[in-house]
């Protein structure tokens, strides 16, 4: 599976849109970009995940490069509860495992 | 629905004793894993299963034993605890593989001291 590169840690005011870049620059045509976040101490939870398209759900949106090589997770109004570890992962599809990197440590800020 | 169970929540053992983290699922999800994360650090993943049955190790497997006799219990044995393996233990399950749909579905962990 291709490896992410993710900036270690940043902060974003509450209330507006944080954005949470991902670099996948060796991805390949039949992996996927999955995001997780874990908050403090609990099991990291699923977030969203894309091929090539860019996708919303009630959570976030995700933003990926045409070129797909880098992608972003945008939380459209951040708040509090929203500090946690995110953890963008690609995939192969119907792959057998997920490995996570570092992650991007978020903390929204009143 | 309780979705993945881990037990026991907190644990301390001594260097050299074994113990088994247990894990199970009502969802009927093939796949299984367990990861282990250590203090300020990502997960790294300890052993994983595609079914029942069906087993393989993942990046840091040494120490550690699974087995996958049903579909829902996936348990993680410790041969001989060390101090090394103090870590918080997660289990996850996906219906399949964690690259489709909603990927995994994590248990709220593991917290294990080995004094």
């Known amino acids: 599976d291709a490896k992410t590169t993710q900036p270690p840690s940043m902060d974003c005011a509450e209330g507006r849109a944080a954005n949470l870049p991902c670099n996948h620059s060796?991805?390949?045509?039949?992996?996927?970009v999955y995001w997780y976040r874990q908050i403090h101490s609990q099991g990291p939870q699923y977030i969203i995940h894309g091929l090539k398209n860019n996708e919303t759900n009630e959570m976030a949106s995700l933003i990926i490069t045409e070129d797909r090589k880098s992608s972003t997770l945008i939380l459209p109004h951040a708040t509090l509860r929203d500090t946690a570890v995110y953890y963008c992962i690609v995939v192969k599809a119907a792959g057998n495992k997920l490995t996570f990197g570092g992650g991007t440590r978020v903390l929204v800020k009143p | 629905n309780a979705g993945v169970t881990q037990t026991p929540k907190f644990q301390v053992l001594k260097t050299g004793q074994s113990m088994t983290l247990q894990c199970a699922q009502d969802?009927?999800?093939?796949?299984m894993s367990w990861y282990r994360q250590d203090p300020g650090m990502g997960l790294r993943l300890i052993h994983y299963?595609?079914?029942?049955?069906?087993?393989d190790q993942g990046e840091v497997p040494n120490g550690y034993n699974v087995s996958r006799s049903t579909t829902e219990d996936f348990p993680l044995r410790l041969l001989s605890a060390a101090p090394s393996q103090t870590s918080v233990y997660f289990c996850?399950?996906?219906?399949?593989?964690?690259?489709?749909?909603?990927?995994?579905?994590f248990g709220s962990g593991t917290r294990l001291t080995v004094v």
């Open positions: 299963s595609v079914g029942a049955g069906i087993t």
């Open positions: 969802m009927n999800h093939e796949y």
């Open positions: 060796t991805i390949s045509g039949n992996e996927y």
């Open positions: 996850a399950s996906s219906y399949s593989s964690p690259a489709t749909g909603y990927g995994y579905t």
